[in-house]
């Protein structure tokens, strides 16, 4: 049983409200990109949006993209694909390995392709190695960092016709920030953007942002909060998702949307924004990524069993 393409637009904005905020005098609001598809969600299905476009003008029925083992944006690929009646691959980093994400990849009709983690950092080669010579295909960068990607999340912030002072993401490959920037920029708002890093020395993203926009003022980045590399995680990081979502019934991801929070909410408690100041933060979805840290989060709290089932979008009726 599979998803249809039923998308719940435009995404909802949705105040949180606790302590901390009020004794700072913030208020704090959250974009809920995650309840636009179970499985397509967030900024995943915005950065395939106008690339699955672009797949059929081209007139391609095989598209291909990468990703880790627990990837969100492979898991969105196959379904999208799935749902529109187009053939999926995609090349896996690392060794060969079952999962429930890619179980669920599989199902929908996706073949995976496993690689090694240097052969996998060898784009063009792994295309060749597998497809060479076979013009029907399209490929989809990782994690769907393209100027269709970046297209579709512009769209983000026209939805709800809402101006914030402070407007943050978590950032991966930088796309959906630069999305996010562009938007401000051609609508001249007087708004920051805050991007969040999610891998080490993240000010790479400040590069990645300039291969598709012109980086002015109302830009900032905040580095700290990588808790180790990309989909690493801390017991302070897991003991933060547990208590946000026991004060606000919002689950986040130990990936991305955790780290950004965390990275709020430090930032609140240090005084970094001025009193009356309103915040958005955009919540990418990607909740099937905390199947890597299901043990974790139950060990903190047995509880989550419990929670996790209700909001697995795997498991979808």
């Not at 915005?46 to 007139?59: E, P, S």
């Not at 769907?144 to 990607?149: K, M, N, Q």
């Not at 003022?217 to 180790?228: A, I, R, S």
Request: aromatic residues 10%.
């Amino acid at each position: 049983m599979f998803v249809p393409m039923q998308l719940h637009l435009p995404s909802p904005i949705q105040q949180l409200v606790e302590p901390l905020y009020e004794k700072m005098g913030v208020e704090v609001f959250v974009k809920r990109e995650d309840l636009i598809h179970p499985l397509i969600s967030g900024n995943k299905w915005r950065k395939l949006k106008y690339t699955l476009n672009k797949a059929a003008d081209d007139g391609k029925q095989h598209v291909v993209t990468f990703g880790g083992a627990y990837s969100n944006h492979v898991l969105a690929t196959a379904v999208a694909a799935k749902a529109l009646s187009l053939q999926a691959s995609a090349i896996i980093r690392g060794e060969e390995q079952q999962n429930e994400v890619l179980n669920y990849c599989k199902l929908a009709g996706m073949k995976l392709y496993f690689v090694d983690r240097l052969s996998y950092t060898d784009k063009k080669g792994c295309i060749e190695r597998f497809f060479k010579g076979n013009t029907a295909i399209f490929v989809i960068p990782e994690g769907g960092a393209s100027p269709e990607g970046v297209k579709g999340c512009e769209e983000i912030l026209g939805e709800n016709n809402e101006t914030f002072d402070h407007i943050f993401c978590a950032a991966g490959t930088g796309t959906t920030a630069a999305g996010l920037y562009s938007y401000i920029q051609k609508n001249k708002l007087n708004t920051t953007l805050h991007v969040v890093p999610v891998l080490k020395s993240g000010d790479f993203i400040r590069n990645e942002l300039a291969k598709h926009i012109s980086i002015k003022e109302q830009l900032e980045l905040h580095t700290g909060y990588h808790f180790g590399g990309y989909a690493k995680s801390t017991d302070e990081l897991l003991q933060f998702i547990v208590a946000f979502y026991q004060e606000h019934q919002v689950l986040l991801d130990q990936v991305y949307t955790g780290k950004l929070v965390f990275g709020i909410h430090d930032l609140i408690a240090k005084g970094y924004f001025t009193r009356g100041s309103q915040i958005l933060w955009l919540h990418t979805g990607g909740l099937t990524g905390l199947y890597g840290v299901k043990t974790g989060l139950e060990q903190i709290d047995p509880n989550f069993t419990e929670v996790f089932s209700k909001n697995d979008p795997l498991q979808f009726k």
